[in-house]
């Protein structure tokens, strides 16, 4: 008998960091104060993402824009890959 697939949780998500490029995931969450200033760029829960660079600063696509963060945002904003 075959098991139906995993469901993806909250508690499976991990930090943007994790991802390489070009993977992409759902935002599930972002710590620390830089939150709100990052809604405004179009990043908040459930928005898709894209890694298209890791280095010097991480580059990821939304459907609206191309963003550059420090690393030190990105390990702050937590995802669930996608396939």
Known sequence: MSRPPKQSTTAD???LTKLRRPER??????DGLEAEELA????YNGTEIQV??????YIVQT?????????????????LRLE
Do not use: N, T, W, Y
Request: no cysteine.
């Open 13 to 15: 998500a991990e930090p």
């Open 25 to 30: 995931g759902r935002i599930v969450r972002i």
């Open 40 to 43: 405004g760029f179009g990043l």
């Open 52 to 57: 298209k660079q890791r280095f010097p600063s």
């Open 63 to 79: 459907d609206e824009a191309q963003l550059a963060l420090e690393p030190a945002v990105a390990r702050r904003i937590f995802v």
